[in-house]
């Protein structure tokens, strides 16, 4: 299947995954090829902005559950995330790839088992390596989760709301922006990854982030619990030709959009060789 899609903003096609069909989109031409791979409760449309300073085509698509993509009955693993990644990136040739959160974890679980498929990596906030979350921000992918269930959009805005930096939450930009993925989560299959995907974990061993021989950037942000700096710290450490980079409060795409565009899009845009 490689149908077009309408989708928000550009036009999209599916393509048959492992578990049904992923919706995904393609956009500028050429080399290099990288892929995107959003966050839990993410889309195609937030994961953009990380690929605006790369040159090439840029592959962005929707996991299970979000967007057009098939909602399968099987569990929510990283595993079967990966497997989704994997056909996209496949499909499309893509030799370059970054992975926001979820993301982020479904590329750590592909490169424990075969660490030379990409020639440079990106992990944004990176949320979990092989060890399951006790803490608090599970709670409030619970409450998400049930308001998904209600389909209460006014209560699921407030929750977003609460990831943004305090002194932008409340602006109408900000507040906008929430309210948009609300719609676009209340109702969905989402509901299920919310509750089960933060007891998961990515990897089996961390130490196989050591058998990674390509460049490899982190990004994370000081003061974001639902994505601990020493997560980041500790895939930076292991891995042998890494770069981290903490940006300060303020919310990544908020505060720090053009910083991210240029670190991603000098690292993702690269020589293979440089």
Known sequence: MNRALL?????????????????????????????????????????????????????FFHFRGHGASAAPETP?????????????????????????????????HWLEREPKRFERVVFALPAVLDTPRTDAAMDRLVAMAQCADDRDVEAMTDLLAQEQPADLRDT????????????RLVGTPVSRALRSLPHEVAMDDRDALGGIPVPVLVLAQAGDPAHPVHVAEEIARRVRHARLE?????????????????????????????
């Open 7 to 59: 989708g928000s903003a550009s036009l999209t096609s599916l393509l048959d995954g492992p578990d049904g069909a992923i919706e995904y989109l393609t956009t500028g031409k050429g080399e290099p090829r990288s892929v995107f791979a959003h966050g839990l409760a993410g889309s195609i449309d937030t994961t953009r902005p990380f690929g605006s300073g790369v040159r090439g085509s840029r592959t």
């Open 76 to 108: 929510w693993t990283y595993a079967a995330l990966a497997a989704e990644l994997r056909a996209v990136a496949d499909h499309v040739g893509a030799t370059r790839a970054l992975g926001v959160s979820m993301g982020a974890g479904a590329l750590c």
């Open 172 to 183: 109408p930009a900000v507040r906008h922006w929430c309210e948009q993925q609300a719609h």
């Open 246 to 274: 903490v940006l300060p409060e303020g919310g990544i795409m908020w505060r720090h959009r053009a910083r991210v565009r240029q670190l991603v899009g000098e690292f993702l845009s690269a020589p293979e060789d440089g």
